[in-house]
């Protein structure tokens, strides 16, 4: 049920709406990961998280892993701490460079925006995940867009332009079992 939420989260808000340019391409490849991992403490995610390094590393084909930690890091505050460890962590071991991180959560907001702002939901997702992407890949995706500075603001745009209440409906229909395709 994670992992469907999941996906229909990436189907049905991130490629729907067109927050990542690059992930339909993935998706439509089936070159995605998902990994639901049992940690609820910052060491164990840690652990899930080189794992998965490894399992890039291990597997070329694999594209992008989305590590979906469902337990433990509920709270946003705690979640960004996770994650600048997880960064720590990823040049500690040499793998700046090789591989990016970007995070997802359901309360995500962004520094000094209001948590009601619909462009927090250009993050938000059902579950907290830390997205493990190729820095090559993303790399050549960014060379054939024709602006890709531009995607933030596009965006931030257009969720606003959406609206609060329909993006929250939209992210409460992506835990459901059935994809809602809205």
Request: charged share 25%; with cysteine.
């Amino acid at each position: 049920m994670i992992i469907k939420s999941i996906n229909n989260w990436l189907e049905n808000i991130v490629i729907k709406h067109n927050f990542c340019p690059f992930a339909k391409k993935e998706l439509l490849r089936n070159s995605i990961r998902y990994y639901v991992s049992e940690a609820d403490n910052t060491e164990d995610a840690l652990h899930h998280l080189m794992d998965e390094l490894i399992f890039l590393d291990q597997h070329p084909e694999t594209e992008t892993t989305l590590l979906i930690i469902p337990e433990g890091f509920n709270d946003f505050d705690d979640f960004l701490d996770l994650v600048e460890i997880a960064n720590a962590l990823l040049e500690e071991c040499h793998y700046r460079g090789i591989y990016q991180l970007a995070n997802f959560h359901p309360d995500y907001c962004f520094q000094g925006s209001d948590n009601n702002d619909p462009a927090n939901y250009t993050n938000r997702a059902p579950y907290p995940v830390l997205h493990l992407i190729r820095e090559r890949s993303l790399e050549r995706a960014v060379a054939n867009h024709p602006d890709p500075e531009g995607i933030p603001e596009r965006n931030i745009a257009y969720a606003r332009e959406l609206g609060l209440e329909r993006l929250q409906s939209e992210l409460k229909l992506t835990k459901q079992t059935k994809s809602p395709k809205l």
